[in-house]
Structure formats: C-alpha cells, structure tokens
C-alpha cells in the first residue's frame, strides 16, 4: 500500500476528530450553493472489502456513482480492486481511513458479516450513506444498533438482494410482484404457508459448512488477520476461517442459511406483509451443533402471530410442497396454481404501493430505499433466528415488540455477542 496513505495512529485520531467535529449530517451532493457539488451531477462511493463479491461491488454494482476508494486488509484483494478501479481510486488498509474522507457519499460493505453492523454504524456516524452486502447484520442486537444509527444520522440505507422488487424470484419464473398480489387481496385465504425446498427453488449451500479440524497454520505475510478477525473472538489463523469459506463459522456468519437466507426470505416477508413484525415461535431439526463450525440443518419452522409460517426444508423431504399455500388455493413452482384464471385476476387487481428501487433517487431525495434499514432488520431476523434455533437446539419463543426471546436465558445470549476489544458497539 502506498505510504501516504497510511495514516499513524495518534494522526488518524486527530484527523477523525477534526473531521467530525465540522461533519454535516447532510451530505454534500443535497446543500447546494457556492463549493458544493449540485444533485445532478455524480455521486462518489468507496468499497470496503474487495474479496469475491467485494470485486463485484468494485466493478458492476452502483456503477452510477464514481469509485474513489477501495479498501482491504488482505494486500492481494487490495492490489486487485484498485488495478480494477482506474486513475482516481486510492487503495486503504484501514476502513477508518476511508470513512473518514469527506469527498465519499457512499460506503459500500460487501465485508464478511461480522464487521457489517461496526463499518455501517462508523460509516453513518461520518454522515455516509450505505449500501450493505447481506446478511445484514450477525446478531439481533446488532440490527437493532445498525438501524438506530441510521435513524440518528439520518441516513439512506440499502441492502444488496433484489428480489422484493426485481429480477426473477427462485423457482417462480416471475418477479415477487404478481405472488405479493396474490397474497395481499386474499386469493389463498389466509394464514399463508410458505415452504422452500429445491422443489420450489430453494436451493441454498447446505454444503456451506464448517470444519472441526483445523490446524494452525502461519498467517500470510500479505493478510492482515488481526484486522480480518476485528471484533470476533481470537482464534488460531486457517485459510479456511478467512475469504470464500469463513461463512462456515459461527463467528463470522451462519454457513448457507448466512450466506444465502436473506435472498430468499426477505421477499417472502414482503409477500405476507411483515416487514413490521417478525415470528414468534421457531424450532429447528438439525444435528447437534459444533460450538464453532456451522453444521447442516434438515428443517426449520418460522410461525408468525397470526398463523403464517415460513418451513426451510433443508432435506426436501417435501417434493410436493407448494411455495405458497392457503386454505383457498396454492401456488407451485413456475407459478402453477390451483386456482382458476389466477393470470386475469391478478390482472386485474391493484398493484402493491410503490417502491423507491433506485438507490441513487433514493439518496439525491432522502427517500427510503425499498430495501432498507428497517425491514431489511426484519429480515435478517428471520435468519438470526433460525441460526439461534439451530445453535440451541429446541423449540424458541420470541417477542416481536421487544425482540426478545422469552424466558430463554442461552438463545437471548446470542442477542449481544461479545466484541474483542477494542471493537465495540
């Protein structure tokens, strides 16, 4: 890394705190007037994180925005992302470098999971708007502080699926759009039943597990791995906790239910309406979870307060299973159903409210994403609470107000996690 861009610690200290102290909660693209940049022209971003979906965020996603930086604590991803990056971009070690630019409106994080919550809560503190990589965030606890710092700063917020608004949904050959209308003006009845297997395009990396018999190996020289780990528990370096295999690890994610649940369950939330609340009972089969390394799961059940489920049917023992299903009607894979002329009816229904889905509007006019802070908190609920049941081992009970589990003293234990100092919260 180039040396002028590295900062000591006492200067970067300073720096910080110079920069907040004159920081304006608005950013600079929106105030207007002499020296500042008007809404029409281009917004400015930086990633933080430039592994394999990292580059991906470096080179196609957001490209509407100019790309000023790039940062990352393995010096091979680093080199990469800023040869990707052009003539303007600066390469960083350290995130709080980045962030602390005032020239950069928008901060991606396409980071493992475990830093998700401390880089969007720095990020928004530093008057940034975020585009987050899912899941959004590793615990409960921290989805509850990610929102409230976006809600203090007043910030734009959006997660990285797009499936509750674009492209096709697994499975469905069609966009959420048409299943969300079938849902909302009763044309299965209700309580709904949701159940995802490969039958109905579920399809997620049950292979994406941990291993149980890791070596100490020697840190790379070009891997900063202190930094890496940043606020999970210390452990002996492996290539396999670190890049492509670390969501196989408690610590860090939660195998494929981490890696891939909140594609999937985030537009099933919007089609039962529950972006504002969230199960209230949850129970998992699965084998006995190793305390680090993140194991298979053969089913988990999500039931809401009104009757609504949601089943992952890790084994696909179902192969029959409708994707959504009501006392009055199903729909199947490809959008097959059961009821009659569902296509002209659908046609002939109101459409669900808008959404704002272009984040760029969304930042030049201070409007919600359509995927933001908020439901996209919810979402990752329903992942963190699967992942909870799967680490316990029974049935749960949850709050949806308070997001709290009930008299459960170990699952609420997985709500606030400890940080390694001197991360925090």
């Not at 303007?88 to 630019?101: C, L, N, Q, S, T």
């Not at 696909?316 to 002209?344: C, R, V, W, Y």
Request: charged share 25%.
């Amino acid at each position: 890394m180039n040396k002028r861009h590295t900062l000591s610690r006492r200067q970067f200290v300073r720096t910080s705190i110079a920069s907040m102290a004159t920081l304006s909660l608005v950013p600079r693209h929106v105030l207007g007037g002499p020296g500042h940049t008007p809404p029409s022209e281009v917004l400015t971003r930086a990633v933080i994180g430039t592994g394999g979906m990292g580059m991906g965020h470096v080179n196609s996603i957001n490209t509407a925005c100019k790309l000023l930086a790039v940062c990352d604590v393995d010096q091979k991803h680093l080199a990469a992302a800023v040869a990707a990056g052009g003539a303007d971009v600066k390469g960083y070690h350290d995130f709080r470098e980045v962030i602390a630019r005032k020239d950069i409106d928008i901060v991606h994080i396409p980071t493992p999971p475990h830093w998700h919550a401390l880089i969007s809560i720095a990020a928004a503190k530093a008057g940034k708007d975020i585009w987050c990589e899912k899941p959004m965030t590793r615990t409960i606890g921290e989805g509850e502080a990610v929102v409230a710092a976006v809600k203090k700063y007043q910030r734009i917020f959006r997660l990285n699926t797009w499936f509750r608004f674009s492209d096709g949904f697994y499975g469905m050959g069609t966009t959420v759009k048409p299943i969300k209308k079938a849902a909302m003006h009763g044309l299965l009845g209700w309580p709904l039943k949701v159940t995802l297997n490969a039958s109905t395009g579920f399809d997620w990396k049950f292979g994406w597990v941990g291993r149980t018999d890791l070596t100490p190996q020697p840190v790379p020289s070009y891997l900063d791995y202190n930094l890496w780990l940043g606020p999970a528990p210390e452990k002996p370096y492996h290539p396999h906790r670190v890049h492509g295999t670390f969501r196989g690890y408690w610590d860090y994610d939660g195998g494929g239910l981490g890696d891939m649940g909140q594609h999937y369950l985030d537009p099933v939330q919007y089609i039962l309406g529950k972006d504002n609340e969230s199960p209230v009972e949850v129970e998992c089969e699965a084998p006995k979870q190793d305390k680090d390394a993140v194991g298979i799961f053969h089913r988990i059940r999500l039931k809401y307060a009104d009757g609504c489920e949601i089943i992952l049917d890790g084994d696909n023992h179902d192969t029959q299973a409708a994707f959504l299903q009501g006392p009055q009607g199903k729909l199947m894979k490809g959008m097959k159903s059961d009821i009659p002329d569902l296509e002209k009816k659908l046609a002939q229904l109101p459409d669900p409210e808008p959404q704002v889905t272009d984040f760029v509007q969304a930042v030049k006019t201070r409007s919600k994403f359509a995927l933001n802070e908020v439901n996209g908190h919810r979402s990752c609920t329903l992942v963190n609470l699967a992942k909870t049941a799967m680490q316990v081992g029974r049935v749960l009970r949850f709050d949806s107000k308070r997001q709290r589990f009930i008299d459960d003293k170990e699952a609420n234990s997985y709500i606030h996690q400890p940080m390694r100092g001197p991360w925090k919260i």
